[in-house]
């Protein structure tokens, strides 16, 4: 991911509007554990939580163009994950989902109750307070925001603040014996977490997007080996007139699926150009549905088809 994180609120958002993947990739990190606080305060699940934030930025991202005032940036986030982790929790089951209904195995049985009954002893002791005083203590935990941001974000003033943070914990430690700070910090989002929104993302917009350790390699070899075009703000044009999102990931594993495939009108030169600039290939076959085709592979051991089809 680009560093754009020196850039204000607007900016962000004025860039993110107009095209620029990167601004709105950094404002999912810039509010990402923000968001969480919200939704953990509703719906008293870090895991529901976390779907309920990838729910709201994907609402965001098709919704920028609504927000008029780029400096509410916050709050209009705000609002979006609030009323997303509203609405999950009224259609929520009565029924547990189903990776905890089942049965864990006798490995794992004593680390499981011992996740499920803190995170219920955490959220039992959190009832007590009132949903702003929830998100302002989550918040303070899992993110290094400092007070004044946080009011910012809230809508509440310093001193409301501090003072709401404080009897927070407070009321905390009175019912909790634990270390219930750790288990707070335990659930910060990182880079792992952007990286799962922007494909979400990007799948619901229906746009093609490619896992990569450096986007600008990976984009020149494209360039280079398929005279594919930048697109504005770094992205690139597929023939078919749809662009391609290089996705700068700080961990990848390549996938067994091809990603792309790509219609060639001579496979052989296309085998042979590949092999000569060192591109790992496979070797050319014959099918009756594919036609020639082959597999090749970028820097990253992601997997693509090349095909003259019949």
């Given amino acids: 991911m680009s560093d754009q994180t020196y850039l204000s609120d607007p900016q962000l958002a004025a860039r993110a509007e107009s095209g620029d993947f990167e601004a709105f990739r950094a404002i999912v990190h810039r509010y990402s554990n923000a968001l969480l606080s919200v939704a953990y305060s509703v719906l008293g699940d870090y895991h529901e939580a976390q779907d309920a934030v990838q729910e709201a930025f994907a609402k965001s991202y098709s919704r920028l163009h609504t927000l008029k005032d780029k400096k509410r940036l916050g709050s209009w986030l705000y609002t979006i994950v609030h009323r997303t982790s509203i609405d999950m929790k009224r259609a929520q089951r009565t029924s547990l989902p189903l990776d ?56 509440l003033s310093l001193s409301a603040v501090e003072s709401r943070i404080r009897r927070a914990r407070e009321s905390l430690k009175r019912q909790l014996a634990g270390d219930y700070e750790s288990y707070f910090r335990s659930c910060r989002l990182g880079l792992p977490f952007e990286e799962r929104v922007s494909q979400h993302v990007l799948k619901r917009m229906g746009h093609f997007y ?100 019949k």
């Fill in 210 to 309: 490619i896992p990569a350790t450096n986007k600008e390699r990976t984009t020149e070899w494209f360039i280079i080996h398929f005279q594919l075009q930048r697109a504005p703000h770094g992205s690139l044009w597929l023939g078919t007139g749809q662009q391609l999102f290089v996705l700068e990931c700080s961990n990848h594993t390549p996938p067994a699926q091809p990603l792309l495939t790509f219609a060639v009108d001579d496979v052989e030169a296309c085998w042979a150009q590949l092999n000569t600039s060192g591109v790992v290939t496979g070797p050319i076959a014959e099918d009756e549905w594919w036609g020639s085709h082959f597999v090749f592979y970028d820097f990253d051991g992601n997997k693509y088809i090349a095909v003259t089809p």
């Fill in 100 to 155: 905890e209904a089942l049965t864990p195995t006798s490995d794992l049985i004593h680390s499981w109750l011992e996740r499920h009954a803190l995170q219920e002893a955490v959220w039992t002791a959190m009832h007590s307070l009132e949903e702003k005083s929830k998100t302002a203590v989550i918040l303070y935990y899992v993110s290094d925001w400092p007070m004044k941001e946080i009011g910012r974000f809230l809508n």
